[in-house]
């Protein structure tokens, strides 16, 4: 059997897609792109009226460096599963939300970053239905940027991670305004937010007021750069509690429009900045920005000299989510104690269920960077359709019902329960014998898995449910049985 989205996982993505100028009477690479994105409920909308000689010419065209997508058996395999859904005529639930009561049509944002750096990438993003944007961070001071800027760290023709030299934007700061007046003179439903950078207080005043005399909806406070250049910018600040109580202090006092600190992931408790913030008088928080790190690699050297700087893509979500759980749980930042401050999400975000994951923690919006530098502006289409799909069939009416539900599911370590265990189960009609789940229990689990005839079979009396076979298992037939009370021994 085909595995759908390793399958998809192939597809290069073509501009203009071969495989679908063949077809003529559907959309086939529009239908893998929902696949690759977890979006495989609404893939076979794109190929209903599709022919197996369609789909047969549509495989033969495509251009794949090493062998053509298997266009057919790979939808063939979807429509086993999701056919009904495909059929579904149910109006769609509205995405709009509230940011620091700013009215959003959905939560999904362009982050400050390299994919927001003029007027003509902002409006196209805007028009493919992006909610809005936190343009690239505006500064006083002269920018020089290095070549090569970027590096990854790849998985199959995707960034596992990415590593980012860039600052902050090399257009003259007069320039950078005009461009956010213009945008939201011509899309004034959309939500546009400048990001800043100042090296001194009234730096930071001055470019925050040259942001709301632009018309911006809010502006950000970049606390958080990895890889600046001059002393006491970037990730200098949100390191340092005060400074971050003084800066955003300071821009309060002079902007009406909300202001939003952004910090940085490379510091050991984020509350302390995040608490500077609030008492600064912030309505919200972005979180997180990039990881210090460094990779060495030809591709990574610039001039034959490395560096480091900021680290990106799927890899860093699961820290960025325990930062933004470690604030939105907070005693004080939770609101209980005063005003509310709202977060947006930032991290390794590339499918709708990446930022639903980020809502669940409490994020109202979500920023997206790295996934549209691979993928482009387009992947805004299966963000959409794919989470409200899912607040369809969950019965979710709001976003709003959604932001911070999977915070009371959240404990410490010492308050996990301890006196249970579920094992592992074996599915021995999915199972093809690889034993890859007893090389893995052998050597690193309990070696409480034999392997005989090509059968995998569990030693009850040496496993302890630790469950790294049902990870390791490539064609998902290790399940996990009923929780039970261990035995006493």
Known sequence: ML????????CLMCENAPCTKACKTGDPARAIRSIRFDNEKNALQWTADCSDADLERAEQACIHYDKPIRIRELLSETKKTYAQSAKSDAP???????????????PFFLASSAVCTNYDMVAR???AGWAGVFYKTICKQEIREVSPRFDAVKDGNSFAGFRNMEQLSENPYEEDFEILRRLKQNFPTKVIIASIMGQYEEEWSELAKMAED??????????????????????????????????????????????????????????????????????????????????????????????????????????????????ASHHVLD???????????????ETWND?????????????????VMQYGYRIIDDLISGIQTYMAENGKEHVEDMVGELLPHIVQPSDLDRDTIAYPKIDTEKCIGCGRCHISCMDGGHQAISFENRQPHIVGTKCVGCLLCRLICPTGAIGISKRIHKRQK
């Open 355 to 371: 930022a639903l994951e980020f809502i669940k923690l409490g994020c109202r919006n979500v920023q997206v960077c790295t996934a």
């Open 335 to 349: 609101g209980s104690h005063g005003h509310q401050v709202d977060f947006s999400g930032i991290g390794g975000i």
């Open 92 to 106: 769609k639930p509205s995405l709009a939300i509230t940011f620091c009561g700013i009215p959003c049509e959905n």
């Open 3 to 10: 595995h759908i989205h390793e399958e998809a996982a192939r």
């Open 214 to 327: 632009a018309g911006c909806d809010a502006v950000e406070l970049n606390f958080s750069c990895p890889q600046m250049r001059l002393i006491g910018m970037g990730s200098d600040v949100g390191q340092n509690t005060e400074l971050v109580t003084c800066y955003t202090t300071y821009v309060k006092q002079v902007v009406k429009i909300p202001v939003i600190p952004k910090m940085t992931p490379n510091i050991k408790l984020i509350s302390q900045p995040a608490m500077g913030a609030y008492f600064g008088g912030a309505d919200a928080i972005s979180a997180i920005n990039t990881i210090k790190s460094i990779t060495v690699s030809p591709m990574s050297a610039v001039n034959d000299k490395l560096t480091i700087s900021g680290y990106s893509g799927r890899a860093v979500k699961p820290i960025a989510l325990r930062f933004i759980y470690e604030m």
């Open 125 to 127: 993003a805007l028009e």
